[in-house]
């Protein structure tokens, strides 16, 4: 039989009606424990959780207690999986708990992590205020490094050997700089050969995964996502998510049992709802992107717009994001004539377009990032990165696009 495809499989991979009294729709397994059907059973389903064994062909592992499975965690974890062909998949309570489990899981004092500039705010705060001060080194790069030339000094130079992690936001938020996966891939590879060390390689995928963009078929060895985002889409819920190879989603799963930084079944089972209609919206969400951006590049007061494939972007972005992805997605940036007043005009005016942050999300939002998200980022470094105070991002939603353009054109009067 041909294999179906994931916007099929959502409605029922992993699910199977007897369990819950034939419901079509798997129910909430709000609860705390399991039963065991035997004693024996109980001795295989922990030896299996904590590792002591390997499981057999087509084996299960048994439940336990929901800070180690549970059937709307298994479920959901199972369905992510299949977006981008994963081995594994493991969901959080949010996506900086997400992202936060990836950096204690591989990098300890005296390690290097390489991360590019900018990334998401919280990232850069956990890493600025918390990493670097338990010993982690912090080395960035940007869009424009180049980096072939990088590759060859990390493999002559000793820091080479102390680089654990290779992380990259990609599109960045809020820029829409693209990050060329493939020379990380080969980046990772270079460094092991030449330090003989482990590598490992994690993508935020969050703008464009996991329907526009496959981290691992770069080289990557995590995608991973705010799900409060596009995975949910309904603003309805806080959750983070990690898709990868079993070794390493193995070492995350571990850590996270510990942490105890697991999505609850409720979130699970809300995320797994959200999946359903996963291509169905974002598909939608890029197409007004697309018409939006149009009429941002004609108004006379924007000077300009940060969205991926656009030429003003340059030719090198244009060509890596051709290459590793099949949409510029929902997340427009845009400077607008007269710095940060003439932006909080236009955010205050705003009216059908919601001022808050977040993004991916059915309703479009609009925020400041140089005084909201990335307040944290120093404003030299942030100017150095384009990221200025005369900067809106849109997160589209799926209204109507005339209605959309309309309400940013009315916002933009009177500057």
Same mark, same amino acid.
């Given at each position: ?11 029922? +991979?992993?699910?199977?009606?007897e369990w ?23 001795? /295989? ?8 064994t ?12 929901? /800070? ?5 965690l ?6 992510l ?20 489990? #990836? ?15 900018? #990334?998401?705010?919280?990232?850069? +705060?956990f #890493?600025? $205020? ?6 982690? +080194? ?5 869009a ?9 000094e ?16 990609t ?36 703008y ?22 596009f ?14 190879n079993?070794? $390493? ?52 007061l ?18 890596? +994001?051709?290459?590793?992805s099949? $949409?510029?997605g ?7 004539? @007269? @710095? ?23 309703? $479009?939002?609009a ?6 998200t ?23 939603g799926?209204?109507d ?15």
């Amino acid at each position: 039989m041909k294999k179906m495809k994931p916007e099929s499989l959502m409605m029922t +991979h992993g699910y199977v009606p007897e369990w819950s009294e034939n419901a079509v729709k798997c129910p909430i397994y709000q609860t705390s424990t399991f039963v065991f059907p035997t004693a024996e059973s109980g001795k /295989r389903f922990f030896a299996l959780a904590y590792g002591k064994t390997e499981a057999t062909k087509d084996e299960k592992p048994g439940l336990i207690y929901s /800070r180690l499975n549970n059937p709307n965690l298994q479920i959901l974890e199972e369905r992510l999986s299949l977006w981008e062909d994963a081995q594994d998949a493991a969901v959080f309570e949010s996506g900086m708990s997400a992202i936060s489990t #990836v950096f204690l899981t591989f990098l300890k004092p005296g390690d290097r992590l390489l991360i590019s500039n900018p #990334v998401y705010g919280g990232t850069h +705060h956990f #890493v600025h $205020s918390y990493l670097q001060s338990i010993g982690v +080194h912090v080395e960035h790069f940007t869009a424009e490094t180049d980096l072939k030339s990088l590759t060859e000094e990390l493999c002559a130079d000793p820091r080479g050997a102390e680089i654990k992690l290779i992380y990259a936001e990609t599109p960045a938020n809020p820029t829409n700089a693209v990050i060329d996966m493939k020379l990380l891939g080969e980046m990772k590879i270079a460094l092991i050969k030449a330090h003989k060390t482990e590598v490992k390689m994690a993508i935020d995928n969050t703008y464009l995964g996991p329907i526009w963009q496959k981290p691992m078929d770069w080289g990557a060895d995590m995608s991973c996502y705010s799900a409060t985002k596009f995975l949910s889409g309904h603003s309805d819920l806080i959750a983070g998510a990690i898709t990868g190879n079993k070794e $390493s989603l193995l070492a995350i799963k571990s850590l996270r049992t510990f942490l105890g930084n697991m999505a609850s079944p409720n979130t699970c089972w809300l995320l797994t709802r959200s999946l359903e209609t996963l291509s169905i919206r974002m598909n939608r969400q890029a197409d007004n992107a697309l018409t939006v951006v149009k009429f941002l590049q004609n108004h006379n007061l924007v000077t300009r717009v940060y969205f991926p494939g656009l030429d003003s972007q340059g030719d090198k972005q244009v060509s890596i +994001h051709r290459r590793q992805s099949t $949409s510029a997605g929902a997340m427009i940036s845009f400077d607008v004539k @007269g @710095g940060e007043e003439s932006a909080f005009h236009v955010l205050n005016k705003l009216s059908l377009i919601k001022l808050a942050v977040s993004l991916g999300s059915n309703e $479009s939002l609009a925020q400041h990032p140089f005084h909201m998200t990335h307040a944290d980022m120093p404003d030299e470094e942030k100017k150095s990165l384009k990221l200025t105070d005369s900067m809106i991002r849109l997160s589209i939603g799926i209204e109507d696009p005339e209605d959309l353009i309309q309400d940013l054109r009315q916002a933009m009067e009177g500057l």
